[in-house]
């Protein structure tokens, strides 16, 4: 028998919280990703690798916020542990795939089509893993075309989401490149649960008897991720780069009669103390894939 699925068990409630908790994994995990190319080689493997659990944290939290008001008629339903569990880790191991490949190879041509392509699959593939771990007396069936469309939408929001996070160094870029982030996720979620329909084994369940996931179980699962996330964005907040998008000031070669700078927390500092900038040597600004090109002089570094 066709079952009475309700998807929005508390309203706008869910959605909107979902949606703003897929863009804070994408915020923090994108901005991982643009200052994985402003660091030392050996630290990016470092911050890329934050970058794609915080997004794929954030892709796991959503769903499971969407599914607290997703119910079925007269089947109470649970998870199996492992699978559910398992979504987590393909996730974050996808997502990083094609956070590493735009981090190193840029974001532009087959690299960023590759890296978006993964990215918006492990969303995807995230999503059904979820669904595939629910267990509740009732059959699953899909409609294929709306199951492609919503893997279509991952794909390609991702692959512009990352676009943006490489190719953009501000704040207002990265806030939207993390809007784009969280349509990805939440569309495709949504868009996969549309293509959803359920047949119930009960011979006749009642209609005012929902029953919604168990709370004891999604409770649990959603500390974790909740708790990981709250560390990195403590992590972005006590980095100002990571906040602003300014790539680190690269000091100019040593001239006769000028003192060479040196880094101290971070900034780059005259050999007497003072700030390294207008007035205290040439800067150099540097994007991934060029080399350093020196910022044109003034009257007071001339």
Not at 8 to 18: E, I, R, S
């Amino acid at each position: 028998m066709h079952g009475t699925v309700d998807g929005f068990g508390y309203g706008l409630v869910t959605p909107l919280v979902a949606y703003l908790m897929a863009c804070l994994g994408g915020a923090l995990g994108l901005r991982c990703t643009a200052r994985s190319a402003l660091v030392a080689r050996a630290w990016r493997p470092a911050w890329l690798a934050l970058g794609s659990a915080a997004i794929g944290s954030g892709i796991w939290s959503m769903h499971f916020i969407a599914m607290t008001g997703f119910s079925v008629a007269g089947a109470p339903i649970s998870y199996d542990r492992p699978l559910t569990y398992s979504g987590l880790g393909v996730a974050v191991v996808m997502v990083g795939v094609g956070i590493f490949i735009v981090g190193y190879r840029g974001a532009t041509g087959t690299a960023l089509f590759t890296g978006g392509t993964i990215t918006g699959l492990g969303i995807a593939s995230m999503h059904y893993l979820g669904m595939a771990g629910m267990r509740l007396d009732a059959t699953f069936t899909y409609n294929t075309l709306t199951v492609a469309l919503s893997v279509a939408i991952a794909m390609t929001a991702a692959t512009a989401a990352l676009w943006a996070a490489g190719r953009v160094r501000g704040l207002r870029w990265s806030v939207g490149a993390a809007l784009v982030m969280g349509v990805a996720v939440t569309g495709m979620h949504y868009t996969g649960m549309a293509a959803l329909s359920v047949h119930t084994h009960l011979a006749a369940p009642a209609a005012t008897a929902v029953d919604a996931p168990e709370s004891g179980l999604l409770v649990p699962m959603l500390i974790g991720p909740l708790v990981f996330l709250a560390l990195a964005a403590a992590v972005v907040v006590h980095e100002p780069l990571l906040v602003t998008g300014d790539p680190y000031r690269v000091p100019a070669p040593p001239r006769p009669g000028v003192p060479a700078p040196h880094r101290t927390h971070g900034h780059l500092r005259d050999t007497d103390g003072h700030p390294h900038g207008p007035g205290g040597g040439a800067r150099l600004r540097t994007r991934p894939g060029t080399a350093a090109q020196p910022a044109a002089r003034t009257p007071q570094n001339r």
